[in-house]
Nanobody
Framework: QVQLVESGGGLVQAGGSLRLSCAAS????????MAWFRQAPGKEREFVAA????????YYADSVKGRFTISRDNAKNTVYLQMNSLKSEDTAVYYC??????????????????WGQGTQVTVSS
């Protein structure tokens, strides 16, 4: 198993930036491919960004493409989500998630076995 703990959320003005971190512990971090999802009040959890099976490509939701960047530091067992040019519609609880490296599907929550507790991001307009 792997345990995930997010941090870095907060309140930011529209146009600003935040960097979320997700620290992993437990089994070898490199055994998993990571992703970020978010959930706004009254809405379903939605895909934000993820790594592919080989870990050499990244995928993004259209709504965040060009503004958000997912990256990982294996030495620190941490995955990041750099969020720039934030908009009010980015307000949500952000979750990191881990899936097995053999799973190719990246956007479906059902394929992620491990989840963090979430961190709140609020963008004021």
């Amino acid at each position: 198993q792997v345990q995930l703990v997010e941090s870095g959320g907060g309140l930011v003005q529209a146009g600003g930036s935040l960097r979320l971190s997700c620290a992993a512990s437990g089994r070898t971090f490199s055994s998993y491919r990571m992703a970020w999802f978010r959930q706004a009040p009254g809405k379903e959890r939605e895909f934000v960004a993820a790594e592919n099976v080989l870990g050499d490509k990244t995928y993004y939701a259209d709504s965040v493409k060009g503004r958000f960047t997912i990256s990982r530091d294996n030495a620190k067992n941490t995955v990041y989500l750099q969020m720039n040019s934030l908009k009010s519609e980015d307000t949500a609880v952000y979750y990191c998630a881990a899936r097995d490296t053999r799973v190719a599907v990246v956007t479906d929550t059902r394929y992620y076995a491990y989840w963090g507790q979430g961190t709140q991001v609020t963008v004021s307009s």
